[in-house]
């Protein structure tokens, strides 16, 4: 066996690797940060003959297969499946770019941007997204190929096969972070590893495209700030330094839009979205049983019965990088979930790291059979997904929700009611519908009311000074409360009718009052969510300017 490199296990060969088979994988004999000789602890599994267990050639052929058809299916779901209304908001993000955006960093609206040069079409926009499991198990399989090769497939099979990967093809501002947050974490373990600063640099950069995607890629830069400090080195310090220094000048672009722009999406995140936020008994056990479905009972118990090699190697600089970037994002999570609902999305970007540890650390037999549950699981969600797709709509109508699927999955039949008013300005009351509706007429639909602390991005687009007098026609999915929209006109009609068996409403609003409106709708607006901190820097407030140049966009004492 060679001697390998300082701080890395040495490259094995395959007759090394066959005569171990009931060690790790991934280092049966290496070094230690310090340089001393590491032999990993048994895993206490019976020994199994190697000829149970694939080859990594065999394991890169089916990884190489289930891309393909993992691949060809989410390109069909893409294609099938009506934009939704989160996916609607960023793609009207794309249509105007911008530095920033209302409720999150400005890249996803960025990547939208530049995908609708070429087309508006659903699986156009998802594509990103459609080959985001195939490509981060590619990028995973060629990081650890140096390490160990059979593992390396392994890993880069978890991650392409785990089960919220297999279905997600919804664009959020995950799918840029998704991608950042998992590279920059392989970088910096190989920035660990060969304390070289070109991969610390590329870690920073990676890490600073994860923080203008979203919020929680904080954690993710707390991560290794972790991993770094709990065996530091002066070099691992500098290194840590550099990627500081580049993720941080990258994010001050978010926050220089933010000064400039009402501190829009900081106020968000962190104040007005959680105004409803309080103690639940209930979200701490959903965290769980969603983390349990997510990386499967199957392997955490594996992981757990092989936790004397995990912690073998997370005693490893590189194995610590990503014990780190998995343990420290989801402790978080837990510790915020009796306050706050998790979404399942809001994890996936830290979920790769756990199944390279498992690849790397679990002995092969185990990985076969974990890999065989994983297709197994795959095969029955395509079945599932499948089968449900050949419903119509109508198989629905008993649900609470009906009236909005039938608005997404039927925006055009409901828009064929508006074309009587095509000259009128058109609009809802609710964020979610006018962005939907937005996409399939290819015009914009206004938020017409108060609405709620998410996806005020209108409140940019939006400018009510210049319907001062014009007519105003709603599409509306719930019975109007003409008392909120009868004293902003001079007169006002209804009219409701059905399609695929939902009740819809359209209210006509004749010469809108501005003035009023300002006053009973836009200032409460101002003071409720415009209700800037005095500890924030003043900044320009497009509301209060648009508005209320003779109001202050602060929070009242």
């Not at 501005?514 to 901190?533: F, G």
Request: charged share 15%.
């Amino acid at each position: 066996m060679g001697t390998g490199h300082p701080g890395r296990c040495p490259r094995l060969n395959d007759q090394t690797n066959h005569e171990r088979a009931d060690r790790p994988p991934y280092c049966p004999r290496g070094l230690s940060d310090a340089g001393t000789a590491v032999v990993a602890p048994r895993s206490g599994y019976p020994r199994m003959k190697a000829a149970s267990t694939p080859s990594a050639a065999a394991l890169a052929r089916l990884f190489a297969i289930c891309a393909l058809l993992l691949t060809a299916f989410r390109l069909w779901m893409a294609a099938v499946t009506p934009i939704t209304g989160d996916e609607a908001y960023f793609i009207w993000w794309g249509k105007i770019p911008d530095w920033g955006f209302y409720d999150h960093p400005p890249m996803i609206g960025w990547w939208l941007a530049a995908l609708l040069e070429v087309s508006e079409a659903a699986w156009w926009l998802r594509l990103p997204l459609v080959v985001q499991p195939a490509l981060l198990g590619l990028m995973v399989a060629l990081a650890l190929r140096r390490q160990d090769v059979h593992a390396a497939w392994a890993a880069a099979l978890f991650t392409m096969l785990a089960p919220a990967t297999v279905w997600n093809v919804f664009i959020t501002t995950d799918t840029p972070l998704i991608y950042f947050c998992v590279g920059a974490t392989l970088a910096f373990a190989r920035a660990l590893e060969r304390d070289q600063f070109a991969w610390y640099g590329l870690a920073g950069i990676l890490l600073g495209g994860a923080l203008l995607s979203k919020y929680f890629a904080g954690m993710l830069a707390l991560a290794f700030a972790a991993a770094v400090l709990l065996q530091p080195t002066a070099k691992r310090l500098a290194g840590l330094l550099l990627v500081a220094l580049l993720s941080a000048a990258l994010f001050a672009t978010n926050l220089w839009w933010n000064w400039d722009h009402c501190w829009a999406n900081f106020m968000f995140n962190l104040i007005n979205r959680h105004d409803q936020s309080g103690f639940s008994w209930g979200t701490p056990p959903l965290y769980v049983v969603m983390m349990a479905y997510l990386l499967t009972p199957p392997l955490l118990w594996q992981a757990w019965r092989g936790r004397t090699q995990i912690a073998a190697l997370v005693a490893q600089a590189p194995g610590r990088a990503y014990a780190c970037a998995v343990a420290l994002p989801l402790t978080l999570f837990a510790l915020m979930s009796p306050v706050k609902t998790i979404g399942m999305h809001w994890v996936l970007s830290f979920l790769p790291p756990l199944f390279i540890l498992c690849a790397l650390a679990l002995p092969r037999e185990k990985l076969t059979g974990l890999l065989r549950f994983f297709i197994g699981f795959a095969l029955l969600h395509i079945v599932l997904i499948i089968a449900i797709a050949a419903n119509p709509v109508e198989r629905w109508a008993k649900s609470r929700h009906y009236d909005g699927i039938v608005l997404t999955v039927k925006a055009d039949d409901l828009l064929r009611h508006l074309e009587p008013y095509r000259d009128w300005l058109w609009a809802t009351d609710g964020y979610s519908p006018a962005v939907t509706l937005s996409y399939n007429a290819r015009r914009y639909f206004f938020v017409f009311g108060a609405a709620s602390s998410h996806a005020r991005h209108d409140d940019i687009l939006t400018d009510f000074r210049s319907m001062d007098g014009k007519n105003i026609a709603m599409l509306l999915k719930s019975k109007p409360d003409l008392g909120k929209i009868t004293p902003y006109f001079e007169r006002t009609e209804v009219q409701d009718f059905e399609e695929h068996g939902a009740r819809f409403w359209i209210v006509l609003g004749h010469a809108f009052r501005y003035a009023d409106y300002r006053e009973a709708v836009l200032d409460p607006a101002r003071r409720h969510w415009y209700a800037i901190p005095h500890w924030l820097p003043r900044g320009r407030c497009y509301f209060c300017e648009r508005y209320f140049p003779d109001r202050a966009c602060r929070k009242e004492n």
